[in-house]
């Protein structure tokens, strides 16, 4: 079984910086992907980035030129860089880890951190 543990997140002004951690423990396969979600009160749970393992990175538009996703193999932890922040990206950030097992994709989730943009 794999556990998931994010950290990083706080209160942080308009146009600060944060650094958001998934640390994943447990068996990890080759092929993975590593996704951030995010969702605001009274919203859906929207895509961030994505990363994984070749390694083939992706944005959403929302966040393109001030998020960067990053991996570090050796501690099965994928971080996401958020600069430039803004009210707007006030949400509980969840971690999503995709593993391909041979014949399938299994999914697991992190239980959240929260991100405050406020002044």
């Known amino acids: 079984q794999v556990q998931l543990v994010e950290s990083g997140g706080g209160l942080v002004q308009p146009g600060g910086s944060l650094r958001l951690s998934c640390a994943a423990s447990?068996?990890?396969?080759?092929?993975?992907?590593v996704a951030w979600y995010r969702q605001a009160p009274g919203t859906l749970r929207e895509w961030v980035a994505t990363i994984s393992n070749d390694p083939y990175r992706s944005y959403s538009d929302a966040v393109k030129g001030r998020f960067t996703i990053s991996k570090d193999d050796a501690k099965n932890t994928v971080f996401l860089q958020m600069s430039s922040l803004k009210f707007d990206d006030t949400a509980v950030y969840y971690c999503?880890?995709?593993?391909?097992?041979?014949?399938?994709?299994?999914?697991?989730w992190g239980p959240g951190t929260q991100v405050t943009v406020s002044s």
């Open positions: 999503n880890r995709r593993h391909w097992t041979g014949d399938k994709w299994t999914d697991f």
């Open positions: 447990g068996s990890i396969p080759h092929i993975w992907s």
